[in-house]
């Protein structure tokens, strides 16, 4: 079974630090991998995906994340976050070949930025 | 972009009646949609995979009796909380994928609150 981990549950930044949220995921075969961003009081939000090719995925919203084969991770990155980057961020997972094509989530992270 | 519509967005029953919350695929045609459920504090949990045309595939713990999916068109799936109980507070979000592609979109979610 395909199963999320994401390490930090709750991170607090000063405006302009750097941010690093973790994701390790459980599958051996062939994934898809997103990471997903709620805005308090609002729907997900897709941040980025990865499904082949170049590791380093960027994102919008100037996020980025790295997919380390190895390692099963896709780490969440963003060399200097806003205020306005506070909200809860989620990693998913998707198998490939998809049989329900469905989505497996993280606990979920929730960042607070301080101005 | 692909925009998916839930509604409503807050409501509140007495305990033992029912609830409908419908999914729309505003601009596209979804043959499958997803419903989740979210806890407080907590990550999404996939409830069951709604399949234009045929019956709901349910996970494991989820009563398909309880949680009646109804997926009559391509653009339109319903979640109806038979007997709704406290317990059954949540968060319920619907996600769709354009056919033929990997990726999701989600609603902004349901907050069902049972008195």
């Known amino acids: 079974a395909q199963s999320v981990s994401q390490h930090n549950h709750h991170v607090i930044l000063s405006e302009a630090a750097s941010l690093e949220l973790g994701c390790n995921y459980s599958y051996g075969g062939t994934v898809n991998l997103f990471w997903y961003v709620q805005y308090p009081g609002q729907h997900l939000q897709l941040l980025l995906k990865y499904f082949s090719g170049d590791p380093l995925v960027k994102g919008i919203k100037g996020f980025e994340a790295e997919f380390i084969k190895s390692k099963f991770s896709f780490n969440l990155r963003k060399p200097s976050v806003q205020w306005s980057d506070t909200a809860e961020y989620f990693c998913?997972?998707?198998?490939?070949?998809?049989?329900?094509?469905?989505?497996?989530f993280g606990t979920g992270t929730r960042l607070t930025v301080i101005p | 972009g692909a925009v998916v519509s839930q509604h409503p967005s807050r409501v509140i029953c007495k305990s033992g009646t029912s609830v409908k919350i419908e999914c729309r695929s505003l601009d596209f045609q979804a043959t499958t949609m997803f419903w989740y459920r979210q806890f407080p504090k907590q990550s999404l949990m996939l409830m069951a995979t709604?399949?234009?045309?045929?019956?709901?595939?349910?996970e494991q713990g989820v009563e398909k009796d309880k949680f009646l999916i109804n997926h009559a068109s391509l653009t339109l799936s319903t979640l109806t909380v038979t007997s709704a109980h406290p317990e059954d507070s949540s968060f319920y979000i619907c996600?769709?994928?354009?056919?033929?592609?990997?990726?999701?979109?989600f609603g902004s979610g349901t907050r069902l609150t049972v008195v």
């Open positions: 996600s769709a994928s354009l056919e033929g592609a990997i990726g999701y979109t």
């Open positions: 709604s399949n234009e045309g045929s019956k709901a595939t349910y």
């Open positions: 998913a997972v998707n198998a490939r070949p998809a049989g329900a094509n469905n989505l497996f």
